[in-house]
């Protein structure tokens, strides 16, 4: 392991007039690059302001640095790290404008203006192809940060697609914190052309825009990454390394610039990505920091091993040294020397051929079996023959049926024997204990072929099916209670018509015949009948002035209003719509489990496969229609899950519509009901007043029934002198020829007063009949 700094360089842009605002001072150990600032005359004669700030790199490249320099000091030993195996990263940080693609990616007018990353591979696949005692293999990679999404430049179809339906590069992490990237082409390239080619076609895709401090500039992040494989000859060592060559877009000061539209959202995202790369790096230079926030962004999440991991890395600031980008170039050499106070710890990236060490196990195994059939003197198979296990079969049960505790089973040195005989004891364990248990149906379990996902089988059914039972379960405590709710609900109204009973009692039904009754029970019984039928109307249409209770008046209107169907009919699609939706969760669930059946039935199986090759019974060549059939059922049940999935969002769609449309019918129905309650309020003081003014000849069942109604306790005294009030009422109003319905409160509809005006006039024959008239 190999620890050591971020190593910082600094490159000053060339410029078209001489500047004198900064100097360089090369030292052996060192460079230092200082900025003069000149004090302001506008802040005063008192200004104390610094006016010489001074910085220290590696190295500082003045503005007659070449590329080939830049390249053998930066890049060139990064380079040979990565060929020995440690990964490197080289990256680029500056202002937009101050030369960053320039120095990574290079100028395309001259061949000498060729960047880090041709110059890079041109030093690599020369190196290669010298090396002759190493087998090297190459992959590429090109992935574009643009807006806070990952893009893959090499990716065929860039050009004929817009960048918006174009797959997105994600991020993924395993357990063990390593970042893998999803959708990121990795292509091998045998030599120095076809790497420029990719090179170049990545390029070509970039996104590049013109902005008031640069005609090209770079709107995204760019990280080429450079996979080397490397091994010996006749060795199962690989050394597997990485190198990161990474253009960051450049930080700009949209005040200054005055950029807008789709230009200043790019600014906007560019800076924020680096402003999270600062706060990474703020918090690796400080010391017991337990968080670094590296997933605040998808440039810090990719290049985390770059940044304090397992790599070398190389940073190269460039900056303007012109009076208006000094503040910025200042800004700049400050972040470098943050980044140089971070350690990195270089690890040698090796690790053993998988091919090769299966080989060299099966070639192990072979000699041990050749050595044990010379010591033992037979040759010995991997499985036992059928004779072999019977006689295993006999020797166990003689073995458990012999009472000695002392008696021992001989089985020699054989491993296969000693495996089977705990296999049957195992057998004869489980045996015993489901006969116990009642479980056992009466045939013993496979001795041969029995593996460890059939043994399971069962038990995962049994688990499922107390999932189901436990679900079922709380369905049925859910329907209880609410059937609990309704049944209390019944009960309150039963109890309030109940009361309203006791509180007006009849004393005869209108089901007797009047013909068959005396005078005096006709003067006892027509009271009760007005009474009867004004309790019916009132229930009906006046609900408010008995003591029934608002919600009672709101289901007599409900039934009666014109929304109502409309209410049902929204209502009972409802109900259906979350019965196919409830129906299709399961579906979906029930895929979802299979689907996780179906892996973990394909991992045994790959297992189990890999095991026979490690034995010698099945070549790696050789295909699996097993695992073939397992994949088709995969992807079968992945496409049935898709489809069922879409089913079921199309359904929560048109479940939340039915559901506004429920709401905005409630709302308009309880307003209906609200303005209904008021008016049926009004009429209803009308109908006292006139009432209470006009003669007892006109005195109707309504205000009977509500006086009987507000008075329910009165004396014997009362009630008698009421009804002799009554009886004169009625023989005052019995001489007139025709009946004048004008008193009694009519409902407006049609059957309703029928009934009421039949029920006057059987009243007044029943007098008639009676001789109450005379």
């Keep these: 392991m190999v620890k050591q700094t971020i190593q910082i360089f600094v490159r000053v842009k060339p410029t078209k007039k001489p500047t004198s605002g900064y100097f360089v001072d090369c030292e052996e150990q060192g460079s230092s690059l200082e900025f003069v600032v000149p004090r302001d005359l506008a802040d005063g004669f008192i200004n104390n302001k610094r006016e010489n700030y001074n910085f220290r790199f590696q190295k500082v490249f003045d503005q007659t640095a070449n590329q080939e320099e830049i390249f053998e000091t930066i890049a060139k030993p990064v380079a040979d790290n990565v060929l020995a195996g440690y990964n490197g990263t080289i990256f680029a940080y500056g202002q937009t404008g101050s030369g960053k693609t320039f120095t990574i990616t290079g100028g395309a007018e001259h061949y000498n203006d060729r960047g880090i990353i041709p110059r890079t591979l041109s030093y690599l696949y020369h190196h290669i192809s010298k090396d002759s005692s190493m087998v090297y293999t190459t992959h590429i990679s090109y992935l574009e940060i643009y807006n806070e999404a990952g893009y893959d430049l090499l990716n065929p179809q860039h050009e004929a697609y817009r960048l918006e339906d174009l797959p997105r590069v994600t991020i993924m992490e395993d357990s063990d914190q390593n970042i893998h990237l999803k959708n990121l082409s990795l292509l091998q390239s045998a030599n120095e052309e076809e790497a420029l080619d990719l090179l170049f076609l990545g390029d070509t895709n970039r996104m590049i825009a013109e902005t008031p401090m640069n005609e090209a500039s770079t709107r995204s992040h760019c990280i080429f990454t450079i996979h080397l494989c490397s091994k010996e000859l006749g060795s199962a060592t690989v050394r597997c390394s990485k190198l990161h060559l990474v253009d960051l877009a450049g930080s700009e000061r949209v005040g200054k610039t005055g950029v807008g539209g789709q230009i200043l959202t790019e600014a906007k995202y560019i800076n924020l990505s680096l402003h999270y790369l600062e706060q990474v790096i703020i918090a690796l230079s400080e010391k017991n920091r337990s968080h670094i926030p590296y997933r605040n962004s998808m440039m810090t999440s990719v290049l985390r091993d770059s940044l304090g991991g397992n790599c070398m890395t190389t940073m190269i600031a460039t900056v303007s040294v012109e009076k208006r980008n000094i503040a910025e170039s200042m800004s700049t050499c400050r972040f470098a020397q943050r980044v140089a106070l971070i350690k990195n710890d270089a690890l040698l990236n090796e690790e053993l051929d998988p091919a090769l060490l299966i080989v060299r196990l099966k070639k192990e195994i072979q000699s041990l079996k050749e050595e044990l059939a010379l010591v033992t003197g037979e040759q010995r198979s991997d499985k ?391």
């Design 384 to 774: 036992l023959n059928q004779e072999e296990i019977q006689q295993l079969e006999e020797q166990v049960n003689v073995y458990l049926e012999d009472p000695d505790n002392e008696v021992t089973l001989d089985l020699g040195p054989d491993m296969r024997k000693i495996h089977f005989c705990f296999f049957l004891l195992k057998v004869k364990v489980r045996e015993r204990h489901s006969a116990q248990n009642g479980v056992s149906n009466g045939s013993s379990p496979p001795l041969k072929g029995m593996s460890d996902g059939e043994d399971r089988k069962p038990h995962d059914e049994l688990q499922k099916l107390r999932d189901t039972v436990t679900h079922r379960d709380n369905e049925i405590s859910i329907l209880v209670s609410m059937l609990k709710r309704e049944k209390r609900k019944v009960q309150d109204v039963t109890s309030q018509l109940a009361q309203l009973h006791n509180q007006n009692p009849s004393t005869c039904s209108s089901s007797r015949s009047p013909t068959a009754l005396q005078a005096e029970e006709s003067e006892k019984c027509d009271t009760s009948l007005d009474y009867t039928h004004a309790h019916h109307f009132i229930t009906r249409k006046r609900v408010s002035e008995l003591s029934v209770g608002k919600q009672t008046a709101f289901e007599v209107f409900l039934r009666d209003h014109e929304d109502r169907l409309t209410i049902e009919d929204n209502r009972a699609v409802l109900q259906q719509r979350f019965v196919e939706a409830k129906t299709l969760g399961e579906q979906v669930n029930q895929t979802r489990i299979r689907v996780n059946e179906l892996k973990t039935q394909l991992k045994i199986r790959r297992k189990q496969m890999a095991a026979q090759v490690l034995t010698g019974n099945q070549t790696e060549s050789e295909s699996d229609s097993v695992e073939e059939r397992i994949l088709n059922q995969i992807e079968e049940q992945k496409k049935n899950y898709t489809i069922t999935s879409g089913c079921l969002k199309g359904l929560r769609t048109e479940i939340e519509h039915l559901q506004l449309l429920r709401e905005k019918s409630k709302v308009k129905l309880q307003r209906d009901f609200e303005n209904w309650w008021i008016q049926e309020g009004a009429r209803l003081q009308g109908h006292s007043a006139e009432n209470t003014g006009s003669s007892l000849s006109h005195v109707s069942p309504l205000s009977c029934m509500l006086t009987r109604n507000n008075n329910p306790k009165g004396d014997d005294t009362d009630t008698q002198e009421r009804r002799q009030r009554e009886r004169d009422m009625r023989q005052r109003a019995l001489p007139s020829a025709d009946l004048s319905f004008t008193s009694i409160p009519l409902t407006g509809d049609k059957q309703t007063d029928a009934e009421i005006q039949a029920f006057i006039r059987a009243r007044h024959n029943l007098l008639n009949c009676t001789g109450e008239a005379k």
